[in-house]
């Protein structure tokens, strides 16, 4: 039987393994300036996403957010404005909802820089750098490890992990994620409260 690999959550834009980055891609300083104006002058708040630190509009409300992020998220945010122009970041994600006319506005300015990912039924909007997708990452990955695209597996539930499932040999929704998700999966599984991934790697012969 050969190497097998499970994905859970995956980065296109940054790969680790144990202790070594294997890659990171940064957006040029003139590109992230261009993307705050854009978002900015559409009126659309924005968080950028580095390695180490999020960078958040100054409106940003921490306490709004579940008590498990909220305590993760401490120490580890810095503000837009207070660090402009130097922001180190991979991807960025806005507030708005999918019919927003300033988010379609926004969207078409920054067409050549990014992909946007609008989530079913929330007010979010994901902004990844074009070439850079969770399936990008699990192909660098599996090509760095010589692991067959056949013998990898991903777990997924929202519209963000399409180009993943479609990235391995078999793609496994959970029996909660979203309807986009769940119509490129191989296989739905369970809930997560109901066992969702345990049972599909059970089903699968993974365990």
Known sequence: MGQKAIFFDVDGTMVEYGEEELLYYRIPEDAAVRTVETLRKWRLEAMLEGKDILYVD???NLESLPAGLREYLRGKLGSVSENYGSWEFSKAVCK???????????????????????????????????????????????EHLGIDRKDTFCFGDSVNDIEMLHAVGTGIVMGNGEPAAKGAADYVTNSVAEDGIYNALQHFGLI
Do not use: N, R
Not at 109 to 128: T, W
């Open 58 to 60: 100054d409106g940003f």
């Open 96 to 142: 708005a909802e999918s019919k927003d006319p300033s988010l379609a506005m926004a969207m078409h300015e920054l067409s050549d820089l990014y992909a946007f990912q609008l989530h079913e039924g929330k007010p979010m909007v994901e902004i990844v750098p074009k070439g850079f997708t969770k399936g990008s990452g699990i192909a660098f990955v599996s």
